[in-house]
């Protein structure tokens, strides 16, 4: 692997409420000179959830997306509070957004957006053993709440608005992780 | 699925080079207002490249990613030029990164960033049929490039610079697609 560009300068080129850009001036190991911008990530972090009933159903909410102007169907989602617990956190954005809570949460992978342009990170939280628990959150209208077969991610991909990268990457692992378990207790049965 | 909100106000807060923020003043058909932040995507579209092959390996590259300061992996991907076709981009890029190019080129799908705060789409093609091909393009150093099998993206998720959810999506969609083609050439060989 190629030594690390050498920052040469660091600064904020723009700033909004929600939003910061940097620029970096780099110089690689080979000499070259570029400006680089990026988004800096704030805050705590951001959490989303493959909650997975005993069916192996998943549950999906249709939410306005801004980035679209239109109703989009993704994972649930949101963003850690300061000082929360990842796993408490997944559990709130769950109970908030669909209305259901669970008594088994555990993380599940790590996904980055853009690395070439943004530093953020979501941690995806397997959720499991669901109850019925909703909890008021800070969504402007209520969310609309779907239950669709962790094993039919196909069928999904064919609707207009199923098609955040991270959201399609977290069922794909989330699948091959119940594949295994469950290939796991077929072997522990024939024992 | 609810009304759309009506954009009361819509505003750029903030713009530097590559970024551009917009503020949204929204009212929601419930009568809620909110004001939502969001990245306005600029340019003719992004593409990203899974390039297959004989072996059913797929290429990945490493690359310096300013969000991250850091080396990340990553399918080959990048911004297509103003009139550029689609699949000509993904051919160009994949020689500027890979040194290969791909007689068989297809879309295979639309993935999206963060739709809550972001309207940009990756168009990834599955690109097959490779032969050796260099391109000069405006990477300020040669990138490292590896190949990888996509029958094992367990392994390459336990990686610790292979986490970018769009292409961890790609893959998955990918080896499904191959898959699939292989049971059809199994069952006509049967026939």
């Known amino acids: 692997m190629p030594r690390h560009p050498k920052i040469i300068e660091r600064k904020v080129v723009a700033q ?29 972090g951001a959490v989303m959830v493959v909650a997975i009933n005993d069916q192996d159903e998943v549950i999906l909410v249709r939410e306005y997306a801004g980035g679209f ?19 408490a956190a997944a559990n709130r954005e769950l109970m908030e957004e669909t209305g259901y809570g669970a008594r088994q949460l ?50 999904l991909l064919k609707l207009d608005d199923f098609h955040e990268g991270r959201s399609i990457a977290a069922l794909y692992i989330a699948r091959e992780r119940l594949t295994q378990e469950n290939d796991w207790q077929d072997h522990a049965n024939l024992d």
Do not use: W
């Open 106 to 155: 555990e993380p599940l992978i790590s996904l980055s957006l853009a690395p070439n342009y943004m530093g953020h990170l979501m941690q995806v939280i397997l959720a499991r053993d669901l109850y019925p628990q909703t909890l008021e959150g800070d969504e402007p209208e209520p969310l609309e709440v779907e239950f669709h077969s962790i094993h039919q991610i196909q069928s």
């Open 16 to 44: 909004s409420r929600l939003f910061k850009v940097e620029s970096l001036d780099l110089e690689f190991s080979n000499g070259a000179k570029r400006t680089y911008e990026r988004l800096v990530s704030r805050g705590p």
């Open 69 to 87: 102007n239109d109703y989009c169907l993704s994972l649930p989602k949101g963003l850690l509070e300061p000082g929360e617990d990842l796993l």
